[in-house]
């Protein structure tokens, strides 16, 4: 969505939008904090991201990499940076390119500064001199595609500080194609406001972006305003030079400070504020809340689906996944990204399998081995795994390694039978509770447009000792309502569905529409999904030593176990899912896990070769049968 039309219905519905900058990092570590920052302030609600651009080879391939990120993967809408500085024609179409395939819609067109070892701005040969000829040139080559902002220079720029001049070439600028304003950092809000004035004075009526930069600390906070050339207002001095050297204190008040001048700004009928976040959160959060823009501790937005909408180009119609990557996001996206279409063939009769392949960006465990050791420990016995397991259920840990995120409100419901069950040694990876008709507005559940209700049918999905699995799987035969799939490392896999095809586990109604279903299990890509999960325990199992007991332990849990989901296609009922487990376990948590024995109700489990089920045996075979 373009910019300026966000901005328009901002300023329609009287509502203030706010927006963040980033800019590319200089280490690989310093990118991936980065993604995962920005995946957080995703839940600020942002009308859009920018990011800078990184002049030079590796710096600019990484900005295009940055808006590739936000745009597909996080679900931001993004604005690409883009100078003059350095860059030849053929370099501005390549960097253009990147952008349309990435679905960005934005564009900040902009002259850049000179490089550092340069004295004064040149243009290079085959480039353009100007940010007016930028816009001209993105304009014939895209047409209306693009929307692109410009700069704008309330207190003058490094090289011309003359108003009169700059207003001519802000309103030359707009005049060629320019739907937005973004304005360098200012701290002096009346002369911004007499600046906007005269904008509309001249004629200049494209919405006005307020560049804002929250104070991290006092020392940064005089480089880049001095660096900027901006006029601090003496009250700011009096109140931060006293505190200087308390950085808390510095946030603290600097929080109120920005606040206060963004109110004036809203109070003079400007309602944007795009924040320079210096690629940290905290004073930028800070600011929202005391705007009471956003909740304290950020409430994530409304969301149009149960899951996080990407807006890549070929995929802002995408309306189903699989529940399997419920918390696994990033890989999901990293391995359908190049589908051509959403749904794609695949959902159809087709039944050819789509998902890329494992090596793809995102798709192991993330973090050094260091970092997952320090996060998850060194177990040893299957206690020390189960106890990993309910911290995570409690909120104690904020990963594992099959989620990226941290458990959402919608276990609470479940969340003591979830924690019971990794005590007894089973261990769930994915679930969630059954909803009957819950408002499409209800802050747990709800998704989609207004005056809907959803439904959820119960899902649980876990990884079970091997002796256990017979009597479960004879349990839910005993049972009318549940379905389920189950698969070994080595592909033994069983179900018993009457079908390959979807079934949805979520599903809503709204006014005017129809039923959408956008959470579904299916076979085809539970045998996709399963190559992930054992991927990443054994990802995890390698973070170890070869030959310690933690690397000997997860092992022997990825390479014996199995993956099994269940569905309660009763959605009225509440905790039959749960029922299915009375008195299963495994005994003996605490010894070596290649002599647990399990125990059913105090007798041994039948082994999986007694079941006399309705099941698809497939005895590793199962890809061939489905697949083709």
């Known amino acids: 969505m373009h910019i300026s039309k966000k901005l328009a219905e901002a300023q329609a519905a009287g509502s203030p939008a706010f927006s963040f900058e980033f800019f590319p990092p200089k280490t690989s570590q310093g990118v991936q904090n980065l993604y995962d920052r920005m995946d957080r302030m995703h839940d600020l609600g942002p009308s859009f991201v920018d990011v800078t651009w990184g002049a030079g080879g590796s710096q600019s391939q990484l900005t295009c990499e940055m808006v590739h990120f936000a745009q597909t993967v996080v679900g931001l809408e993004t604005c690409m940076h883009l100078t003059c500085t350095d860059m030849a024609k053929v370099k501005v179409d390549g960097a253009l390119s990147e952008a349309y395939k990435a679905g960005c819609t934005n564009i900040l067109a902009l002259r850049g500064d000179p490089p550092r070892e340069t004295e004064k701005w040149e243009a290079i040969e085959g480039g353009f001199r100007y940010a007016l000829d930028l816009v001209k040139y993105i304009k014939a080559q895209y047409g209306d595609h693009f929307d692109i902002g410009v700069a704008g220079y309330p207190e003058g720029c490094d090289d011309q500080k003359d108003q009169d001049i700059l207003m001519e070439h802000l309103k030359r600028k707009v005049d060629a194609g320019g739907t937005f304003i973004v304005t360098q950092m200012f701290y002096d809000v009346d002369n911004f406001c007499a600046w906007v004035d005269r904008c509309r004075a001249e004629g200049i009526t494209v919405p006005i972006v307020p560049g804002i930069m929250p104070i991290q600390t006092h020392a940064a906070f005089l480089r880049r305003a001095n660096g900027m050339g901006c006029k601090i207002p003496q009250k700011w001095v009096d109140a931060l030079e006293p505190i200087k050297n308390d950085d808390a204190a510095v946030r603290e008040v600097g929080k109120g400070l920005v606040a206060e001048m963004c109110r004036r700004i809203i109070d003079h009928g400007v309602l944007a504020l795009h924040f320079y976040t210096m690629n940290l959160a905290q004073s930028t959060k800070m600011v929202l809340e005391e705007l009471e823009l956003v909740s304290q501790g950020g409430t994530p937005t409304k969301k149009a689906l149960p899951w996080r909408q990407s807006l890549g180009l070929s995929r802002r119609e995408e309306d189903v996944r699989p529940v399997f990557w419920k918390n696994r996001h990033k890989s999901y996206v990293a391995r359908t990204q190049d589908w051509d279409e959403f749904p794609n063939g695949r ?39 189960s106890d990993i397991f309910v911290r995570f259920i409690q909120n104690d840990l904020k990963t594992l390694p099959w989620s990226e995120a941290p458990v959402t409100d919608e276990a609470q419901a479940i969340r003591n039978e979830l924690i019971d069950l990794n005590r007894r040694g089973l261990l769930t990876i994915t679930s969630q509770p059954s909803v009957n008709g819950a408002k499409s507005s209800d802050p747990v559940h709800g998704w989609g447009p207004p005056g809907g209700y959803v439904y959820q049918k119960a899902y649980l999905e876990l990884l079970i000792s091997p002796a256990l699995i017979t009597e479960l799987i004879d349990r839910i035969d005993r049972t009318e309502t549940m379905t389920f799939h189950a698969v070994d490392k080595a592909g033994d896999a069983r179900t018993n569905s009457h079908s390959d095809g979807p079934n949805a586990v979520t599903w809503g109604v709204f006014p005017g529409k129809e039923i959408v279903q956008p959470t579904i299990v299916e076979t085809v890509s539970f045998l996709a999904w399963k190559d992930e999960a054992f991927r990443l325990g054994t990802d995890w199992a390698k973070c170890h030593p070869a030959g310690s007991p933690s690397r000997q332990l997860i092992d022997h849990i990825m390479n014996n176990w199995y993956l099994i989901n269940i ?11 749960f029922n299915l487990f009375k008195g299963l376990q495994v005994q003996d948590l605490d010894g070596p896990l290649s002599s647990s024995k399990p125990t059913v109700n105090g007798h041994s489990p039948k082994p999986l070769a007694e079941l006399n089920g309705n099941h698809k045996v497939t005895d590793g075979k199962v890809f061939d049968e489905v697949l083709n």
């Open 347 to 385: 959902w159809g009769d087709s039944r050819s399998p789509a998902f890329g392949e494992l090596d793809a960006y995102g798709i192991g465990l993330k973090g050094t081995n260091e970092q997952n050791i320090k996060t998850w420990g060194k177990p040893e016995t299957l206690r020390d795994i």
């Open 567 to 577: 569905v309660d296609n009763d959605f009225h009922s509440s905790g039959g899912i």
